[in-house]
């Protein structure tokens, strides 16, 4: 990198700061400033100093090695030796995705340190993983949401080219990278950016505070900010997908939304590529609009997380009805959401008193990404308690066979697959204590919603909180851990070799439940999933000459045109051809 440029539209100066000079820089069109500097090898420390004032990192630092508030450093991308030429991702519905969090997925918590895992992965049956935030953040640890570099990997994980060792390293063993990133807000510390330009407006407010810029006065170089930095990840990093952080939270008026303008570039960028990248969006807004084709009105996303398939089950198995699961518990609603996609397309909700939603009509079921759990909804419960800690393990067997037999893509988080005894709670690392203490106090406060004991919340800035998140690998010895891991083995064994069960067409899905016997039963074609959550055991009509694929307890009874679950177990059978 020997030119170093920066958007500054509103200053009148801007020096560019190296490790030892100071270099003018040139006005260019549009609010652009710039300068050459041939000498500058890779790995050159530099900061731009706006109208003689402090220096501050680039924007689009690609690199900052000594954290949020020290200098950015050049990066030559080209440098580094991929080995994942001939890599092409699989098709989108025949996709088993696998969250993880860097810094707590290992005890070195590094992207190096990852990869002495990937092996893991690929004997589950995985050939995706997304990764949570890698974005450069205050301190060592945090979940990544508050990445005030976007451009820059975490210096904690191994920076620019321990990312890119990760990702050809997964690429080697099949699996597909999803990167998560966060356009909807920036972290409270380090975060420049209103220095430099309008890249926040308070026209609109978050829950983070003031909104980006999308659709207001400057708001052209926001955007082409926000599409540069998704392209940035694909091209110089190869990942093959984003995952849009609370896209409900980019408030966009405009003709184009961001979102489509977005989905647009990257498909273009496929193009040039010659291989898929795909775009994930989380929003609670039901809106099947965000993955319909631009041709039919919508923003042409690849997916959507489905939140309510995952409250509506864990409520079902937990009867836990605090906060927004209110608007669920009965097995039914499953039933709806397996066949519906949402639990509330248009429906009534009590819990916001109000109709929600839209239904997710025709297109197929394969547009949601459905899960029994996720860093969202283990790490915001107030000690962090993951599903294991929650219910029994006949209940973990019976929710790991709905995911992985139902119609949607499914995910499983870190550590899911062999009930992972470790919490996973919110953890910062914010160096200046007022801060600190304001996130302490504020967590706190957050879980009152729950109805939860306050006195249960962790100290997120508590160097512990973060140590007793940390996955723990020995518990693979555990026989108990150890079977658990078995059978999503064998579920997703079993997924790979039935075409039916990754078939995502509407018809292609029906489920029907009695609440009052805790019972299910989900048809995907040929393939019957019978699931009793009561307290008898339960007998289930199939067509004759059925035959078991898979059953979760020894229990199971089988005969011809019938199938007996004991309680708190699941069979799937094949109907014979």
């Not at 609010?31 to 003689?52: K, N």
């Not at 407010?205 to 980006?212: K, M, R, Y």
């Not at 600190?436 to 909180?465: K, L, N």
């Not at 990754?502 to 439940?513: E, I, L």
Request: proline share 7%; charged share 25%.
């Amino acid at each position: 990198m020997t030119v170093f440029s920066v958007w500054a539209p509103d200053h009148e100066s801007v020096d560019l700061q190296l490790d030892d000079r100071v270099v003018p820089m040139a006005a260019r069109d549009g609010g652009w400033w710039q300068v050459d500097v041939p000498d500058a090898a890779p790995g050159t420390r530099y900061r731009f100093a706006l109208d003689g004032g402090p220096g501050r990192p680039d924007p689009r630092s690609p690199w900052q090695p000594e954290g949020i508030d020290g200098p950015s450093a050049t990066v030559d991308h080209s440098a580094f030796a991929w080995t994942d030429q001939s890599w092409r991702s699989r098709s989108w519905p025949s996709v088993v995705l696998y969250e993880c969090h860097i810094g707590t997925f290992t005890e070195a918590g590094t992207f190096d340190a990852a990869i002495g895992r990937l092996d893991h992965l690929v004997a589950l049956g995985v050939n995706a993983v997304e990764v949570l935030p890698v974005a450069e953040g205050s301190g060592d640890r945090g979940w990544g949401y508050d990445g005030v570099d976007l451009w820059a990997p975490h210096h904690a994980y191994g920076g620019p080219d321990g990312f890119k060792r990760f990702v050809d390293a997964c690429h080697g063993r099949g699996i597909a990278v999803v990167l998560d990133v966060v356009y909807n807000h920036l972290g409270p510390a380090g975060n420049y950016l209103a220095e430099f330009g309008p890249y926040f407006t308070d026209r609109y407010q978050t829950p983070w505070g003031s909104a980006v810029n999308v659709d207001g006065a400057g708001s052209d170089e926001v955007r082409r900010f926000i599409i540069d930095n998704a392209r940035m990840w694909m091209v110089d990093y190869h990942v093959d997908g984003l995952r849009l952080d609370a896209v409900h939270a980019i408030i966009d008026l405009s003709a184009l939304p961001i979102l489509e303008e977005l989905a647009c570039a990257v498909d273009d960028l496929a193009g040039h590529l010659g291989r898929p990248l795909w775009l994930i969006a989380e929003s609670d807004r039901n809106d099947p609009r965000l993955v319909a084709a631009p041709e039919a009105g919508g923003f042409g996303l690849t997916a959507t997380w489905d939140d309510e398939w995952h409250h509506a089950l864990h409520s079902a198995l937990t009867d836990d009805r605090s906060g927004y699961y209110e608007d669920f518990g009965p097995l039914s609603l499953v039933a709806r959401a397996m066949e519906h996609g949402y639990v509330y397309g248009r429906h009534w909700s009590p819990h916001r008193n109000r109709h929600h939603g839209r239904p997710l009509g025709d297109l197929p079921r394969s547009r949601l990404v459905a899960f029994t759990q996720n860093h969202d909804q283990v790490g915001n419960r107030a000690d962090g308690a993951r599903l294991a800690a929650l219910t029994s393990p006949g209940r973990l067997r019976v929710a790991a066979a709905l995911l992985l037999t139902g119609p949607f893509v499914p995910m499983l988080w870190m550590g899911e697959e062999w009930g992972a005894s470790t919490p996973w709670q919110y953890f910062t690392d914010h160096r200046d204590p007022e801060l600190g203490a304001a996130v302490t106090e504020g967590r706190t406060h957050e879980f009152g919603y729950f109805g939860w004991d306050p006195d249960q919340v962790p100290d997120p800035q508590d160097r512990v909180t973060f140590d007793r998140s940390i996955l723990r690998w020995d518990e693979l010895d555990d026989p108990q851990h150890a079977a658990l891991l078995v059978w999503h083995r064998d579920l997703l064994e079993l997924r790979r070799g039935i075409e039916d069960l990754t078939a995502s067409a509407v018809a292609d899905t029906t489920c029907r439940a009695d609440d009052a016997a805790g019972t299910l039963q989900m048809t995907r074609r040929g393939v019957l999933v019978s699931v009793n959550i009561g307290p008898d055991s339960a007998r289930f009509k199939l067509p004759a000459g059925s035959r078991l694929l898979l059953g979760s307890d020894q229990g199971i009874e089988i005969g011809d045109g019938w199938v007996r679950v004991p309680p708190d177990a699941v069979a799937i059978t094949a109907s014979p051809r």
